[in-house]
């Protein structure tokens, strides 16, 4: 799911908005905590239980050690297993099938999200106990799938105690609508003058300056527009 999608902006969105103003005081991190979850969970369900089992691991200061070495150990699974086979195959002659792991959506954000919070702790830094502020934490959704990494003791007042108003929530509408204007109607755009150049034949130097500034352009308003719409 992703932020300039259907389901998003007119199911999940307006959903979640409207059980966490709706939810008392003690209850608004857990609806945090479970709409992230689906929010992860939406493509790919089964890798659920990798940031489960992080965040159990990670609630208590006994295993924090085990929790930064399994999100490593996964991290490094996910990412890199395929890498070492075609090695090892090239070096040995050998033909040992690729595992094909499809990598966990936002699975390096919240592993150094984890690492993160464990330098705090190892620092100094309670741990938190409570599982459903540590889990809105790791999980929150507007940060989970491109950053940024955020560490817990900045936030940690917030978890328990912050304010909300109507007028910040108009600022986040105005901020998210104008993520979405960029991503829309600008780099969509210039997305689509770069398809046409990847698949036209004839090219010129002006086509191809035509295309490097469009790609610039494209990238950086992808960026820029979905930097805004996790800040609203």
Request: charged share 10%.
């Amino acid at each position: 799911m992703i932020f300039s999608s259907i389901p998003f902006l007119f199911y999940f969105i307006p959903i979640v908005a409207a059980l966490y103003f709706a939810a008392p005081k003690r209850l608004k991190n857990g609806v945090l905590f479970l709409s992230s979850l689906f929010f992860y969970g939406w493509g790919e369900p089964k890798y659920l239980i990798f940031m489960l089992v992080s965040i159990t691991q990670g609630s208590s200061k006994v295993f924090l050690a085990l929790s930064c070495l399994f999100s490593l150990l996964m991290l490094g699974y996910c990412k890199y297993a395929d890498f070492f086979i075609e090695n090892f195959n090239q070096v040995f002659g050998l033909s040992l099938p690729l595992l094909r792991i499809a990598l966990p959506m936002g699975v390096s954000f919240y592993t150094f999200q984890i690492l993160s919070y464990a330098v705090d702790v190892y620092r100094g830094m309670s741990a938190e106990k409570n599982y459903i502020n540590l889990g809105a934490y790791i999980a929150m959704f507007p940060q989970l799938v491109a950053g940024p990494i955020v560490r817990y003791a900045d936030i940690a007042r917030q978890m328990e105690n912050r304010t909300h108003s109507i007028s910040g929530a108009a600022q986040g509408i105005c901020r998210f609508v104008i993520g979405l204007s960029k991503k829309i109607l600008i780099a969509n755009t210039l997305g689509e003058l770069v398809s046409i150049f990847k698949s036209s034949g004839g090219k010129s130097v002006l086509y191809y300056w035509l295309y490097a500034a469009a790609y610039m352009l494209h990238v950086y308003y992808d960026f820029s527009g979905y930097s805004d719409m996790a800040i609203g």
